[in-house]
């Protein structure tokens, strides 16, 4: 069963306007972990963002926040004021507690800014 | 930049031969984890050692195999490769055994002909 869904293959934003990445997860066990990674057309994966199961409040880091919607199983990132820098694969990805600390990741999702 | 080196870059090899890829964690991490980036599998993530030892095991092929050395490189070993095993494999560090935050290395290119 697919644990991690990003039913988003490609998004298209306006510089400066915000963007909604989704991702919906699938899982039994109460403590997990979310992720958000970039991933530019240079190949590296970069840490964005992350949020806990029990955390309260959604997590923010800069310009980028996760939208937490646990009773739907969601994870939304939400990226304000969009750069052109900001053009580049998104994965989510989750961590489920117990043997391990493996990710799960999504298909992605790709972001491209226009000017 | 991460603080992950992984060695080679890039490399081309012939179906049914073997490779060695390369890993040195950031300073102070302790775990080292292995994924699979290919076009019809996606991120994978393949294992993970912790300080030496095996702690979680994916979908690792029984082909691939993978140590963490006392000095805490790591190396993933790809034997009898097929054309299917072209792929970009990350390594990634944490400082934990379950540290949320892992950081990932810029990957090697694996090109099967």
């Known amino acids: 069963a697919q644990k991690i869904t990003q039913t988003q293959p490609g998004m298209f934003v306006q510089e400066k306007e915000a963007v909604t990445l989704d991702c919906t997860y699938d899982?039994?066990?109460?403590?997990?972990?979310l992720f958000w990674y970039k991933q530019p057309s240079s190949g590296e994966m970069i840490f964005l963002i992350y949020?806990?199961?029990?955390?309260?409040q959604n997590a923010t880091e800069g310009r980028y926040s996760l939208n937490f919607q646990k009773a739907r199983k969601s994870a939304n990132l939400v990226i304000s004021a969009s750069q052109l820098g900001d053009s580049a694969m998104y994965f989510c990805?989750?961590?489920?507690?117990?043997?391990?600390?493996?990710?799960?990741f999504g298909a992605g999702t790709i972001l491209r800014v226009k000017s | 930049d991460s603080g992950v080196t992984q060695t080679p870059k890039h490399l081309i090899t012939a179906t049914g031969q073997r490779v060695t890829l390369r890993c040195s964690p950031r300073?102070?991490?302790?775990?080292v984890y292995w994924y699979q980036q290919s076009l019809d599998q996606g991120l994978q993530f393949l294992i993970q050692?912790?300080?030496?030892?095996?702690?979680a095991k994916g979908n690792i092929l029984e082909r691939f195999s993978a140590q963490q050395f006392p000095d805490l490189h790591s190396e993933l070993n790809l034997s009898s490769l097929e054309l299917g095993d072209s792929a970009l494999y990350f390594c990634?560090?944490?400082?934990?055994?379950?540290?949320?935050?892992?950081?990932f290395g810029p990957g090697t290119r694996l090109t099967v002909t």
């Open positions: 990634a560090s944490s400082v934990g055994e379950s540290s949320y935050e892992q950081y």
């Open positions: 899982t039994s066990d109460p403590s997990y972990g």
């Open positions: 949020q806990g199961s029990y955390d309260q």
């Open positions: 990805a989750m961590r489920e507690a117990g043997y391990g600390n493996k990710l799960v």
């Open positions: 300073s102070g991490d302790l775990s």
């Open positions: 050692y912790y300080n030496g030892e095996e702690r």
